[in-house]
């Protein structure tokens, strides 16, 4: 892979040229470059027809607001080619603004732009919830500006062509407002406010390095510190050949202060950089992916970061952004919501297909410790924004993801507000808030787990299904809510919950809740105010739900019309506890739910089907540990010298007796040299089979308590003996600093294995010892004649690691592997695709003296190509049908074909297809087959049935063919053929 390194471009040389087409009057100030004050006529200057001046003041009024939303004054050059030059991107820019209008207007925001040569346009949000009639003043820096959707930022030396001041009436009825603009006055910063010099320099450079990288290509950034940095980046890699942009080393830049990054194009990758305190200004978000596509944001930690504004975000997908990632981050402590997909005008329904996984949200505190007297917003996860555009479907994946500590608004760890999207598979744990969805219909929200929360999942809306989730110690459970209409409120926002209709809550595990496990109607009035209507839910399946509670009622409805309850199981342990007051569908027995020491979960001795596993932080975050470092320290028992025998650990090096160690008693080490050692290894179980599922483990290193210590998170126990394996470059202090790790020391005189719970756990083994590079010498000649196809080293380094989880270095020849001197070394299976033949073979490959095979498994491969009649949209390509991902297709409007070709010309008698939106409309389809791709045979025409997103069977007489075609004739919404994934089962190869 080719890299380019930031600090070897020469350093840009700031130029500082004043040019000024006009002057309005004498200039006051030293540094002026531009002084806007409306006071006359002026030749060098014009505004747009709508504006007028008077008594000094430019104003335009909104002519029809039922059409148009903003009012604005646009200010460009006249006999001039530009209004004014850039003698750096930190020119300032003061102004006066203010808003006038019908009482009733509601102004969102006030704006500022400014347009360039070329592709320079940039934008700035001045103040928002605007009050009528107050003028507003500040100042901001041209570099704080972001850039428009497919535009770029303005640099050093720039032409300035126009200015434009917008507000924004979110009111779409005859409600005018008018914005008056007294002054704007462009300056040069003064010396004292120019940013590090090795900051402009990145902030030059680095957007054409990556404008110009290619395909594959590194963009490495200098480790260090960088404040108050600004960019706009617009790359192009292609599928699997992204342009990377990351550090020297994972968390080696750290983005501070006043930052800002946008990022456009496709299949980049933004990897790797810590930000702390990055806190934009001005600005809606601090990572922007605007017009972005088949990109990633991953393994970046973000602490105490977000614009300063509760309704801000972190990182907010916009501007027809698609099939992005945003994966292994760490989020601490945000001052701004986390990640928010923007749904909310023309210029964002289109952000879609994306997965947001693998990521750590912790420590959100309550949104009113930040922002005195506020009561919304904060959210970890907002997708959508809702009121006009809660049913845009945007088709989000949020999975994976552990969300802990978290109190934000009390209400809304998620919020989703847009339709067809799947949450699935996350962990959320001991936080003051819980799962929304608040608007927007055909969501899924399954197989999550929640501990100790002050909520389950509340529900709005039509046609969602709630499935497979499991709760233990929450507040309520399953809150399906009322809904609820609000005449006086502004058009559009009149339904505050959209009535619930035809929702599946099925098959989900509930214990121990406070109040209900699940609740029907929840919120409704039977007495309303005169400006409120409310809904009952309507239609909806309960089924399948076991509940487990002390007190409280398992199922209660406060009303609902044809709500359907089957088989719904309750134990009620306590004497507080009730069935509820429905009469059928539910019955009280005692469950015999037991501990799973497996998945850490409780479960029914008979129930098989809740395969869950709570995440912890080994599974989330940056891959690379190091972020460890920066959660906070905790308090250290008491350190008594005698509570174990010194004869019970003879030395860190051998210890074969076992230790029974919980939080309030550390295992005592003898002091011992670590001395050109690499790991720490020990086996480990739990004493019984009694830790919880929300349980978590820290392994620590130190010499005395309150002195430097060195600490790392462990996976959870098991009841059976298990081996593990620390790699000290894994343990960092525990304190909010990136110091030295554990190896640099050369004594240790304590190791502490602590438990939340306090639970006892068992280790013995203590070892330490040193890693060296093993190769493995593969043999070329056999992995070819044995399996029948040829296979890149590449493909191999994931099928052998240690238990530590250090992956291969792969060459050209060989495959290197960091072994521990222990020799444990466990090879898995791999799956090879091949034309040839099935079954299993075996890699051969030396280790020390023996020789290892590494078994593999071939599956026969039938579709080999695909081509297509036409591909209008690069990102929903024709390799999209075969890739073996609902959320992916090929697109093509109007009668278009998609052709396959097979390994061979084998026997078929049947079709496999999957359409987009399948389950909502039909599309029309022939299906033809040929032997050579010349002569076709038709042997279906028919459409799809309408029901389903997953694949639907098209059965035919059998055939020979080497060749299918399936032909598009649009749908019943639209002209446009969507495929999502095709399958062609293979019945026998000819001749066979």
């Given amino acids: 892979m080719k890299k380019r390194n930031v600090s070897t471009w020469v350093l840009v040389v700031l130029f500082y040229i004043i040019f000024m087409p006009y002057q309005l009057e004498a200039l006051t100030e030293e540094g002026d470059i531009l002084h806007l004050e409306f006071d006359g006529a002026n030749e060098n200057i014009e505004l747009n027809h709508e504006a007028v001046i008077k008594d000094g003041i430019a104003s335009t009024t909104i002519p029809n607001p039922a059409e148009y939303q903003f009012a604005r004054v646009m200010i460009s050059a006249k006999n001039n080619p530009s209004l004014f030059q850039l003698d750096s991107a930190n020119t300032k820019v003061k102004y006066r603004i203010k808003v006038t209008g019908h009482a009733d207007a509601a102004v969102d925001y006030i704006a500022m732009r400014m347009k360039g040569d070329k592709d320079r346009q940039t934008f700035i949000t001045l103040e928002r919830d605007i009050e009528l009639d107050k003028w507003y003043e500040g100042e901001f820096v041209i570099n704080e500006m972001s850039a428009s959707s497919g535009k770029e930022k303005f640099s050093a030396d720039d032409p300035v062509t126009e200015i434009r001041a917008d507000a924004k009436n979110s009111m779409k009825e005859d409600r005018p407002i008018t914005i008056h603009v007294d002054y704007i006055h462009v300056y040069s910063a003064e010396n004292g406010d120019e940013k590090d010099p090795e900051v402009m320099e990145l902030e030059n450079n680095l957007p054409h390095l990556v404008s110009e990288a290619n395909p594959g290509e590194e963009i490495i950034i200098p480790n260090g510190r960088y404040e108050d940095f600004q960019s706009t980046l617009v790359g192009e890699g292609t599928d699997g050949a992204p342009v990377i942009i990351r550090p020297e080393t994972p968390g080696g830049v750290i983005f501070t202060g006043n930052t800002n990054i946008t990022l456009t194009g496709e299949h980049l990758k933004f990897q790797g950089f810590h930000f702390d305190q990055a806190n934009p200004i001005g600005q809606q978000y601090l990572i922007g992916l605007s017009g972005l596509s088949h990109s990633q944001v991953t393994d970046n930690v973000f602490h105490a970061s977000g614009p300063s504004d509760p309704f801000g975000g972190i990182i907010r997908i916009q501007d027809k952004s698609q099939s992005n990632r945003i994966h292994h981050n760490t989020f601490k402590r945000n001052v701004s919501m986390g990640i928010a997909v923007r749904v909310n005008d023309n210029n964002n329904m289109e952000n879609q297909y994306n997965r947001i996984d693998?990521?750590?949200?912790?420590?959100?505190?309550?949104?009113?410790?930040?922002?005195?007297?506020?009561?919304?917003?904060?959210?970890?996860?907002?997708?959508?924004?809702?009121?006009?555009?809660?049913?845009?479907?945007?088709?989000?994946?949020?999975?994976?993801?552990?969300?802990?500590?978290?109190?934000?608004?009390?209400?809304?760890?998620?919020?989703?507000?847009?339709?067809?999207?799947?949450?699935?598979?996350?962990?959320?744990?001991?936080?003051?808030?819980?799962?929304?969805?608040?608007?927007?219909?055909?969501?899924?929200?399954?197989?999550?787990?929640?501990?100790?929360?002050?909520?389950?999942?509340?529900?709005?809306?039509?046609?969602?299904?709630?499935?497979?989730?499991?709760?233990y110690g929450v507040g309520q459970g399953i809150?399906?809510?009322?809904?609820?209409?609000?005449?006086?409120?502004?058009?559009?926002?009149?339904?505050?919950?959209?009535?619930?209709?035809?929702?599946?809550?099925?098959?989900?595990?509930?214990?121990?809740?406070?109040?209900?496990?699940?609740?029907?109607?929840?919120?409704?009035?039977?007495?309303?105010?005169?400006?409120?209507?409310?809904?009952?839910?309507?239609?909806?399946?309960?089924?399948?739900?076991?509940?487990?509670?002390?007190?409280?009622?398992?199922?209660?409805?406060?009303?609902?019309?044809?709500?359907?309850?089957?088989?719904?199981?309750?134990?009620?342990?306590?004497?507080?506890?009730?069935?509820?007051?429905?009469?059928?569908?539910?019955?009280?027995?005692?469950?015999?739910?037991?501990?799973?020491?497996?998945?850490?979960?409780?479960?029914?001795?008979?129930?098989?089907?809740?395969?869950?596993?709570?995440?912890?932080?080994?599974?989330?975050?940056?891959?690379?540990?190091?972020?460890?470092?920066?959660?906070?320290?905790?308090?250290?028992?008491?350190?008594e010298e005698d509570i174990i025998n010194q004869d019970t650990v003879t030395s860190l090096i051998k210890q074969k007796k076992p230790i029974e160690t919980t939080n309030k008693k550390p295992v005592k080490l003898k002091p011992k040299s670590l001395k050109n050692k690499d790991y720490i290894a020990f086996d480990i179980k739990e004493k019984k089979d009694s830790f919880p599922a929300w349980d978590s483990m820290k392994l620590t290193l130190f010499e005395k308590q309150d002195e430097e210590e060195w600490s790392i998170a462990i996976a959870n126990t098991t009841e059976n003996w298990k081996h593990v394996i620390i790699p000290l470059n894994e343990f960092h202090k525990s304190s909010f600093s990136n110091g030295n790790n554990v190896m640099n020391k050369q004594e240790l005189r304590y190791l502490l294995l602590s438990a939340n719970s306090n639970e006892k756990v068992e280790i013995k083994n203590v070892t330490a010892g040193q890693f060296y590079a093993e190769s493995f010498v593969l043999d070329r000649e056999k992995i070819e004649l044995g399996i029948g196809a040829s296979l890149p080293l590449s493909d191999l380094s994931g099928l052998v690691t240690y238990q530590g989880g250090d992956q291969a270095a792969v060459s050209a020849d060989e495959i290197s592997w960091e072994l521990p001197d222990e020799q444990f070394v466990f090879i898995d299976k791999g799956i090879l695709e091949t034309r040839e033949k099935t079954g299993t073979t075996s890699l051969s490959a030396t280790y020390r003296d023996m020789v290892v095979n590494i078994p593999i498994q071939t599956v026969l491969k039938t579709i080999i190509d695909v081509t297509a009649?036409?591909?209008?949209?690069?990102?929903?390509?024709?390799?999209?049908?075969?890739?073996?991902?609902?959320?992916?297709?090929?697109?093509?409007?109007?009668?278009?074909?998609?052709?396959?070709?097979?390994?061979?010309?084998?026997?078929?008698?049947?079709?496999?297809?999957?359409?987009?939106?399948?389950?909502?409309?039909?599309?029309?389809?022939?299906?033809?087959?040929?032997?050579?791709?010349?002569?076709?045979?038709?042997?279906?025409?028919?459409?799809?049935?309408?029901?389903?997103?997953?694949?639907?069977?098209?059965k035919f007489e059998q055939k020979n063919a080497r060749f299918v075609r399936i032909i598009g004739h649009g749908n019943t919404s639209n002209n446009w053929n969507s495929i999502t994934e095709v399958n062609i089962p293979e019945i026998g190869t000819e001749g066979q």
């Fill in 358 to 471: 693998h990521n750590y949200f912790t420590d959100i505190p309550d949104v009113s410790e930040l922002y005195p007297g506020e009561t919304n917003g904060l959210e970890a996860i907002q997708i959508g924004q809702g009121y006009g555009t809660e049913q845009v479907k945007v088709y989000t994946t949020v999975d994976h993801n552990l969300f802990e500590n978290i109190t934000g608004d009390g209400a809304e760890i998620i919020s989703s507000k847009t339709a067809h999207n799947e949450y699935t598979y996350n962990t959320f744990k001991n936080s003051d808030s819980g799962f929304t969805l608040r608007f927007g219909s055909n969501n899924k929200v399954s197989h999550n787990i929640f501990f100790n929360t002050k909520y389950g999942i509340r529900v709005t809306d039509r046609n969602q299904t709630i499935k497979e989730n499991y709760m």
């Fill in 869 to 954: 009649s036409d591909e209008p949209q690069p990102e929903n390509s024709k390799e999209n049908t075969i890739d073996g991902d609902l959320h992916t297709r090929w697109s093509a409007e109007g009668e278009q074909w998609i052709q396959y070709e097979l390994r061979d010309r084998i026997a078929v008698n049947e079709v496999q297809i999957a359409f987009m939106n399948g389950a909502e409309r039909a599309t029309y389809i022939d299906i033809e087959v040929s032997s050579d791709g010349k002569s076709w045979e038709e042997v279906y025409s028919g459409s799809s049935s309408a029901s389903t997103t997953q694949m639907e069977s098209f």
């Fill in 479 to 639: 809150r399906i809510l009322a809904g609820r209409y609000d005449s006086e409120a502004e058009v559009g926002r009149r339904y505050n919950y959209i009535p619930v209709e035809n929702a599946t809550i099925s098959d989900n595990v509930i214990m121990y809740p406070d109040s209900q496990g699940i609740v029907i109607g929840d919120g409704y009035s039977f007495n309303p105010t005169s400006n409120y209507q409310y809904f009952e839910p309507i239609n909806s399946q309960i089924t399948n739900n076991k509940i487990v509670l002390e007190q409280g009622d398992a199922i209660y409805e406060v009303t609902g019309e044809n709500i359907s309850y089957q088989n719904n199981t309750a134990e009620l342990t306590g004497n507080d506890a009730s069935t509820g007051n429905i009469d059928t569908g539910l019955i009280s027995r005692k469950l015999k739910m037991v501990y799973n020491s497996e998945d850490k979960l409780y479960k029914s001795k008979k129930d098989k089907s809740l395969n869950l596993e709570p995440l912890s932080i080994m599974n989330v975050g940056p891959a690379d540990k190091w972020w460890l470092a920066l959660l906070e320290k905790k308090d250290l028992p008491d350190m």
